[in-house]
Every structure is written in C-alpha cells, then in structure tokens.
C-alpha cells in the first residue's frame, strides 16, 4: 500500500497545476469571492453586508459625479466579468461541440480556448485561440450559429485586434511602447468574435462638430458597432460609394465635406463638384465647393479634363522632385466629388462624351491618388460600367443594397461571406445611412452607421467655411478623346494604361 501515497500526491500536484490557469484567468472572481467567505467567516454577515452597501454607495457616487470614469473602471468591467461567468463560459464547451468548432485528435476533444470578454453596452468582444487545424474562415462559416447559441442575433469574426495601439507620449513612452509591441504583436491562431446584444446603430447619429483643423489621415464620418468613430483616412485614396436608392449616400458625403470643412476655408482643400442629377444633392452647400457643374453634360466633362490638365501639370512639376504629394496652400488636395458616377460613363446618351468622360476619369484614378487629385463617386447600381471602374477605388463603401451578388461587387469578393449583409439592410426610413465598409488592417467588413447632417446644418457650412475664391486655371489644350485606333493608343495618353485603354477601346454603340 505504501505506493498509493505517491500515486495521490502526484494526481493532487497534477490537478493544481492544471488549476492554476483556471484560477488566474478567474483572478478577479476568485479573490471576491475568498473575501466574502473571509469577512463572513470572520465578523460574520452584517460587515459583510455592511461593507457590500459601502462599496454600492461609493460606484453610486462615482458614477453620479464622473459617470465616463465609473463606466470605464467599474461598470463595464463588471457587466464583462458576469457576461463571461455565466454567458459564455457556462455554456462554452457545449456550444462550440455543437457548432463543431471542437476538434477530436489522439481521443482528446480540442475546444477553442476561451481567453477574455469584454463587454461595451452593445457588444460583447470574446476572444479565443483556435485549437490546431482550424482558421478563421471556420469561424465565419459558424457565424450565425455562435450567435444563436449564445443569445444575440449577430456575431462578427475578426481574425486581428480591432483597436490599434495607443499613441504613447512622455517619459515612460518608450516602456509602454515596448509593452504595447508585446500586447499588439500579431497572433495568427487567436479570433475576435463580437456578439451584437442590441444594435447600437438604431438611432440617427446626429452630425459631428465641424473638426478645428482637418486631419485627412482620420475624417470622422460616422459611427461603427462598437460606439467607436469611424474615421477615413482619405489621403492618396478614392472613395467609392454605393447604396440603392434613398439609401443615405448624401450622409457619407456630407459627413465627408463636414470634416474638410476647415480644410476648404483655408484653400489646403479644393472641391470640386459633379451633379448630374440636376443639383439635387450637393447644390444644398454650393460655396464649399471651388468648381460645381450639374445643369448640363459638356461642362461637366470639361471640368473632368481640366481636372485631368491640374493634375497633368503637378505631375510635371513633381517628376523628380517627390514621389508622393503632401496638400500645401500653393498645391492643394483636389477633392472631385461625383454624386451618380453611372451618369458619366454609362448613362450619357452622347457617344462622344461619354468615352471622353470615362477616359478622364478613368486618368483621374489611375494616377490622381498619389499625385492629390482624388475621386469620391456615388452611385445607385453597381452595374458593369461601375463594376470595371472598382478596383481604382481603393476605399469603398456600401449602404443598403437591392441584391445579395451586389454585395461582392462593390466590397470585393467574399465580403458578404465576412459579414457584409447590405441586402439586409433595412430600407425602414429610420435605418438610412447605414453601410458596411473594409478597414485598412483586416478584410472583415465593418458596419458603420454615418452621420446626418441636416439642410440647415449644411446651409450654415456653407455660409462659415465657403472656399476661397480661386482664379480659374488657364485651360490647358486635352487632345479631344475620340475613337482609339491602335496607333493613337499608344501616342495620345501616356498617363492610360492599356487594361484602361482596352476599356475605352469598346465599341461604344
Ligand atoms: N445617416 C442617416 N441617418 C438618418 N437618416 C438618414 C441618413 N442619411 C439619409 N437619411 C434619410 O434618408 C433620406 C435619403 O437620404 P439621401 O438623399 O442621402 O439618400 P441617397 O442614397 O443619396 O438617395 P438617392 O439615391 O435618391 O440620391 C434623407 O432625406 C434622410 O431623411
């Protein structure tokens, strides 16, 4: 029998060890609940209750008096802690057998490890380390059953951290930074997955304060999901915009010329504006803009050439100096911002026009991002003519859409497989102005609702940040783009590529 003592001795040691993670990744529930047994144990229930009331009363008071405080350090954390208690880890093992997350190998069940929850008043952002074999397209494929199994309606997979680190200032700077390196490295097996308890994007978000200074690496145009700002970063890029009608394209745009705004004043920005349908849409903050056009179609082109001519002229003067363009007073940001993009290159009944309009745009994007000149274009269908012009718009943004396919057409292939729904979005008059959009760190899409700015608020912006007056340009000579031949192919526009050239080269009838 003397053997049996060691054998215990080591199955004690061996279940302490495999505690200890448990117990540390409880860290916070576990020294709560040893201090409550130690009160009670040792002074009994009425300190116990005594002290419980003390610390209720104080949160009371901190979150009456610095309530953003009191949210951050006490409030959210402790709705994390119960949502992982007795939310997910509760029912984790058996939820993801049942979504066939786990995987079986050598007779062992292998279930994702589940790492933290952290808990917004909307969300709830679960993280987890895959077990081998697994990637996160397992994930997104499971998508709507985690969510099922876990209470919500939505849940979002994210193979990368959504937040980014902070930007550290002062005298330990270079130690956070050091400790933000570890935090923030890259970590291939572990997925963010963010159950949507209720939908943060039900209300309008009114517009944003016009910014003091415009920053063009982080335009706040809406809100995203998770109650943080969605911010484009529209230097060297061109903005896509697509939604079916009465979708709320105005709010993107407007949100957009709202964060120029002080940028237009001081002439660091020129907008130049195309309304094809008739001024509806943007003739509301007709002083911001340096040039705008939307009666007729000739000068509508025209202005697409001189564009192409501004643009033409700083790439001369850039050649050898500079590879890529930062907006100064003498050579702005070149903003063209077209609202149906489809009525220039597809719509125009006039042959000649519309191939000239699609070869100065299609120069526009092509070369205008690096060189300062930038295209922000909206349109109501992502048709064919649309659809070639894409992949020129590095940033895109979808709103409501009519068809599932639509969907993969604007935002690229798989997004709607990565959670863009935009065919569900609701087209209730109360749910506009919400879209998917692709971040520059990680191909999940991201669900933004943008911000509406009223007539009235577009009005007084227009009167307070109106665009300088500019002498107009000398209108350089455009060779007029007629029919290509294969010859003039290579001779007329050394700034087109042949993929574009071929597509100029179609036969317009
Ligand atoms: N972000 C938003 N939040 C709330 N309501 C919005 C938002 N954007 C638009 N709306 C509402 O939807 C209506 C239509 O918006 P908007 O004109 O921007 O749509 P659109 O997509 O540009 O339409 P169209 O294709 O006909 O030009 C607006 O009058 C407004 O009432």
Redo the contacts with the bound molecule.
């Keep these: 029998m003397w053997f049996v003592v060691p054998y215990l001795l080591w199955q004690v040691a061996k279940a302490t060890v495999r505690l200890m993670p448990v117990l540390w990744r409880n860290r916070t529930s576990v020294t709560l609940a040893a201090l409550a047994v130690w009160l009670w144990h040792r002074h009994g229930w009425e300190v116990l209750a005594l002290v419980a009331g003390v610390a209720g009363a104080t949160v009371g008071v901190w979150w009456w008096q610095w309530r953003p405080w009191c949210e951050r350090f006490v409030v959210l954390p402790a709705l994390s802690w119960w949502q992982r208690l007795f939310v997910y880890q509760l029912h984790w093992r058996e939820a993801m057998t049942v979504c066939r997350l786990a995987e079986r190998f050598d007779g062992k069940l292998n279930v994702p490890r589940l790492l933290r929850v952290r808990c917004t008043y909307a969300t709830d952002e679960v993280v987890l380390r895959m077990p081998r074999g697994q990637n996160p397209d397992d994930y997104h494929a499971a998508a709507a059953n985690l969510a099922y199994s876990f209470g919500a309606r939505i849940c979002r997979v994210y193979s990368g951290r959504r937040d980014m680190p902070p930007t550290r200032r002062g005298r330990w700077a270079w130690l956070l930074r050091l400790v933000d390196r570890v935090r923030y490295r890259d970590r291939p097996r572990v997925v963010w997955l963010v159950f949507v308890r209720r939908d943060p994007l039900r209300r309008?978000?009114p517009a944003f304060d016009v910014p003091e200074t415009t920053d063009l690496e982080a335009l706040p145009l809406?809100l995203r999901e998770d109650l943080v700002r969605y911010v484009l970063r529209l230097l060297a890029t061109h903005v896509l915009i697509v939604?079916?009608?009465?979708?709320?394209?105005?709010?993107v745009?407007w949100s957009l010329i709202r964060a120029l705004a002080p940028a237009i004043r001081s002439g660091l920005v020129r907008l130049w504006g195309i309304d094809p349908?008739g001024g509806?849409?943007l003739s509301l903050g007709r002083q911001l803009f340096s040039r705008y056009e939307y009666a007729t179609v000739p000068p509508m082109v025209a202005m697409l050439e001189e564009l192409v001519a501004v643009m033409r002229e700083r790439q001369a003067r850039m050649q050898g100096k500079t590879r890529a363009h930062t907006p100064t007073l003498d050579e702005p940001l070149y903003v063209l911002m077209v609202?149906?993009i489809l009525a220039l290159v597809a719509l125009l009944q006039d042959v000649d026009l519309r191939t000239r309009a699609k070869a100065a745009l299609a120069m526009l994007l092509t070369q205008g991002a690096g060189l300062g000149v930038l295209v922000v274009g909206?349109t109501?269908d992502p048709r064919k003519e649309v659809v070639e012009l894409r992949d020129f718009f590095p940033t895109r943004i979808a709103?409501r859409l009519n068809e599932p396919n639509h969907v993969d057409l604007v935002l690229g292939q798989g997004s709607r497989a990565r959670g863009a729904l935009c065919d569900q979005l609701s087209a209730r008059?109360?749910m506009?102005?919400?879209g998917y959009v692709v971040l520059d760190d990680r191909p999940e899409p991201e669900r933004v609702?943008?911000?509406?700015v009223t007539d009235d608020e577009i009005r007084d912006m227009a009167v307070a940040y109106a665009a300088p007056e500019v002498v107009k340009p000398k209108p350089a000579p455009i060779p007029r783009q007629g029919r290509h031949t294969n010859k003039q192919k290579h001779t007329a526009g050394p700034l087109l590529p042949d993929s574009l050239a071929g597509l100029l080269d179609e036969d317009p009838a």
Excluded: M, N, W
């Design positions: 309008t978000v809406g939604g079916a009608t009465r979708a709320g394209k105005g709010s745009q349908k509806v849409e609202d149906e909206a109501q709103l008059p109360s506009r102005g919400i609702r943008f911000a509406y």
